[in-house]
């Protein structure tokens, strides 16, 4: 069965960065696009953008570019998103999901805090 | 990329139906047929429950349909249930190849 699979939950300061894995099992990994989002606490979601693990290629939304860097292992069938210079409003959960064309699955979430 | 506007809440009776809109510009939910309706109850992962504006994945329950025109697209739910108390959000494929989700609405059974 499709499951993905994120690191713990992490707390940092302001300034610093996180990087978030998603371990993807139970189907090609290299055959579907890899999307991150995120919620902040009692907030709506937010697309972050996308990483297309065959091939390396990225896309993000215009409001994390420059500050938001996705990768993925395809050795291990991992994918990455790494948030740099963080900000006490980049406290939120953050998912990695593989929405096919007509089906989805969604990591368990990652709270990332960021408190001084 | 401006969120896409949902109403803040919506409720109705059991047995009823809801609508939900989405509204975005004909650069996102207008320009294409590739909106997509989430839903997630509280401290769950979204799921789901239509794509392609109207299509319905697998074993979702057609109950939930959605239609759109022009730039607002709809999500209906009839004979609504106790566990569709959950937040619904729209998303929209964009003329810049990201995409974009609503605001949420959030659905309460009274």
């Known amino acids: 069965q499709v499951q993905l699979v994120q690191s713990g939950a992490e707390v940092k300061k302001p300034g610093a960065s996180v990087k978030v894995s998603c371990k993807a099992s139970g189907y090609s990994f290299t055959g579907y696009y890899m999307h991150w989002v995120r919620q902040a606490p009692g907030h709506g979601l937010e697309w972050m953008g996308w990483?297309?693990?065959?091939?390396?290629?990225?896309k993000y939304a215009q409001r994390f570019q420059g500050r938001v860097t996705m990768t993925r292992d395809t050795s291990i069938n991992t994918a990455y998103m790494e948030v740099t210079r963080l900000r006490p409003d980049d406290t939120a959960v953050y998912y990695c999901?593989?929405?096919?064309?007509?089906?989805?699955?969604w990591g368990q979430g990652t709270l990332v805090t960021v408190s001084s | 990329q401006s969120a896409l506007t949902q109403p803040a809440s919506v409720s109705g009776s059991p047995g009823q139906s809801i609508t939900i809109s989405c509204t975005g510009t004909?650069?996102?939910?207008?320009?294409?047929?590739?909106v997509s309706w989430y839903q997630q109850h509280p401290g769950k992962a979204p799921k789901l429950i239509i794509y392609d504006v109207s299509k319905r994945p697998s074993g979702v329950s057609n109950r939930f349909s959605g239609s759109k025109s022009g730039n607002t697209a709809s999500l209906t739910i009839s004979g609504l249930r106790t566990g569709d108390e959950a937040d619904y959000y729209c998303?929209?494929?964009?003329?810049?190849?990201?995409?974009?989700f609503g605001t949420g609405t959030e659905v309460t059974v009274l």
């Open positions: 999901a593989r929405v096919g064309v007509s089906d989805d699955y």
């Open positions: 004909n650069t996102d939910v207008g320009g294409y047929n590739f």
């Open positions: 990483i297309i693990p065959s091939s390396g290629d990225t």
């Open positions: 998303s929209s494929y964009t003329r810049s190849s990201t995409y974009v």
